[in-house]
């Protein structure tokens, strides 16, 4: 009997094309310049258009790093598996940090969110109103999330058409002629700077969505390159992001701060104004140079239009940052980082601790914080350190084949990074303790889970751990005999498995036997922490028993154990990546509703298997 172990990334169905991975790139990151502009005013006023334009620069610099890193990372490039090469702990600690930003995350853009949706009420008790959206959230997400992206994407493109108008209605009007001079020191104005660094995240989204992006032309599923289809995805998204929130930037110094505007029952100045706004500052961009383009009508329909949009594009974020907090706990649970028990699913396999952790704390950050600026400075020190650690394991990895000029980019980002995140524990007390709150309760998870596994750590020799090494130990391994091989999916035990026993014993076949488990987590995948069927009960049960009754008859069992959002396709995709000869499949008693919502997995392969696979369905 021998084994297969798969890695969790490599047989995923690869069904994401550049234009999907580009709309869920853009849905993350693109909502940066929502807020981004309003905050940048907030710390340097009609000076803060050098700020604007060194976010920019930044943002560019990482957008051009991750497209490297996608390049070396095929199969999963964020933070945790891409530190994990490096170190467990260092990976928990980038994850931790990931989870940090992500809460941040989903408060900040709920809280936008409803700021740009502009109804009394709501602004009025934006705290209650953003705690009840993420509760609702949470509710939603509670029956999975397996539809989640579609709405991101959907909405990809009108967002691009109305930053691409609003930058239309305000090019004639652009000028320095309000631009003030800097008024602080170099010192200052670096701590302005990295203040309203909010325009990086989602860009570790692009890295973990490698794991199921299509291939490039010219690569196989077995040295797989995504570096094309990747990099189409990220240099439209990045120029976007960094040219409209520049001319987004200009353009709102670029009136007159003097200039009186009507404003409920009074009049304010425009530089009152863009403070008063600066939580919707693209929706007061809107109104005033459409009103200049065609009048008050036009204004105000530019103004809700942009409202709406980046209400629902928000709304949005909010959701995938709730996504993926749950996928990166359940995969740090998965890996015996984090306790077993996140690895508990509810009846429409979501995981319930990971979801509750995923929806309570930003509502915890909310009602702390009670204030969009204060909740925005505890954003920067989670993503810039997640970055940081993911950067650096890439520049000081010497296992991994980085050309020279590749290992100096990361190395240049990296140290600006560290730096930034510096200033950032330096100036931010809030921020840092925040963040050590969250390094410290999930160490210490950490810690309580390895010594309830009876984890001990041991040092021994370099020759010693050779001789234990994964590489090792796979080369030891017996190699099957090529042949017919006959692939049953199996989804406990049921008479099917005996069918199968019986057609392997008489063709003299390999008999693989597959158990997929079905699990409602949207989250990039990695090659390391890879799934076990010895640690899943049930699978367990089937394949030990296939074991014996196999070495019973004199039959070669290959166990075959995958964790999948999407049953067929990965029976599909591992039939052919096996080569299989037969594929046998219990047909399936469901009832009616089930079968209208999910479909039959059968009828799914039986539509879609390749014609050199012979289908055999035992009812």
């Not at 370099?462 to 199996?490: C, N, Y």
């Not at 699990?519 to 090659?527: E, F, R």
Request: overall charge neutral; charged content about 15%.
């Amino acid at each position: 009997m021998a084994e297969l172990v798969l890695e969790s990334g490599v047989h995923r169905p690869r069904n994401v094309d550049w234009k999907r991975a580009a709309a869920l790139l853009y849905g993350d990151w693109g909502t940066s310049k929502a807020y981004v502009v309003g905050l940048a005013f907030l710390a340097a006023g009609f000076s803060s258009l050098p700020i604007i334009l060194a976010v920019c620069a930044l943002t560019g610099l990482v957008g051009i790093n991750y497209a490297v890193i996608c390049r070396y990372f095929p199969d999963g490039g964020g933070v945790y598996s891409a530190a994990r090469s490096q170190a467990r702990l260092l990976a928990v600690v980038g994850a931790l940090l990931l989870v940090a930003d992500l809460t941040v995350t989903a408060a900040l853009s709920g809280w936008a969110a409803l700021s740009y949706f502009s109804v009394p009420l709501l602004k009025e008790h934006i705290v209650l109103s953003t705690v009840i959206v993420l509760l609702a959230m949470g509710c939603i997400n509670y029956f999975g999330p397996k539809h989640s992206g579609s709405f991101a994407v959907a909405l990809a493109l009108p967002t691009a058409i109305v930053v691409i108008l609003l930058i239309a209605f305000s090019v004639p009007h652009l000028t320095f002629r309000y631009l003030e001079p800097p008024h602080e020191s170099f010192k200052h104005l670096w701590v302005q700077f990295v203040g309203v660094i909010l325009a990086l995240s989602g860009v570790e989204a692009i890295a973990n969505l490698t794991g199921v992006m299509k291939l490039d032309s010219d690569s196989t599923p077995e040295h797989p390159t995504v570096a094309g289809e990747s990099a189409k995805a990220i240099w439209p998204v990045a120029i976007e992001v960094v040219l409209g929130t520049a001319l987004l930037g200009w353009a709102m110094l670029s009136m007159n701060p003097n200039e009186t505007v009507q404003a409920g029952n009074g009049s304010h100045t425009i530089r009152e104004m863009l403070a008063l706004r600066s939580e919707d500052t693209l929706r007061f961009l809107g109104e005033h140079f459409g009103t200049l383009a065609g009048g008050t009508l036009v204004g105000q329909s530019l103004s809700w239009i942009i409202g709406i949009v980046f209400f629902l594009l928000l709304l949005s974020a909010a959701n995938t940052a709730i996504v993926a907090m749950i996928g990166l706990l359940f995969m740090m649970a998965r890996d015996q980082e984090m306790p077993a028990q996140f690895m508990e699913l509810n009846g429409h396999g979501v995981p319930r601790i990971p979801l509750l952790i995923a929806v309570c704390l930003p509502v915890v950050v909310i009602i702390a914080s009670a204030n969009f600026t204060v909740l925005a400075g505890l954003y920067a020190i989670g993503v810039v350190g997640a970055i940081t650690v993911n950067l650096g394991s890439c520049c000081f990895n010497r296992a991994l084949p980085v050309r020279w000029h590749d290992r100096a980019l990361f190395g240049l980002t990296f140290a600006i990074l560290f730096v930034v995140e510096l200033t950032l524990a330096r100036t931010k007390p809030d921020a840092l303790f925040f963040v050590v709150c969250v390094l410290l309760i999930g160490l210490a998870l950490r810690s309580f889970t390895q010594h309830r596994a009876g984890f001990k750590t041991m040092v021994v020799s370099k020759q010693v751990a050779e001789m234990v090494s994964p590489d090792m130990v796979s080369m030891l391994k017996p190699r099957l005999e090529e042949g017919q091989k006959i692939m049953v999916a199996a989804r406990g035990i049921t008479p099917v498995l005996s069918f199968a026993l019986e057609e392997a014993q008489l063709r003299q076949a390999t008999l693989c036997v597959l158990y997929v488990k079905e699990i409602s987590v949207l989250y990039g995948s990695t090659t390391l922490g890879r799934p076990r069927w010895e640690d899943d009960p049930e699978a367990s049960g089937v394949m030990s028993l296939m074991n014996q009754l196999g070495a019973e008859r004199g039959i070669s069992v290959l166990p075959v154990y995958a964790v999948s959002e999407d049953a067929a396709a990965t029976i599909l995709d591992l039939s052919a990546t096996m080569g299989v000869d037969y594929l046998i499949i219990g047909a399936t008693q469901r009832h009616a509703l089930a079968n209208l919502l999910r479909g039959s997995v059968a009828t799914s392969v039986a539509q879609q298997l390749p014609d050199s696979i012979q289908l055999v369905i035992f009812g």
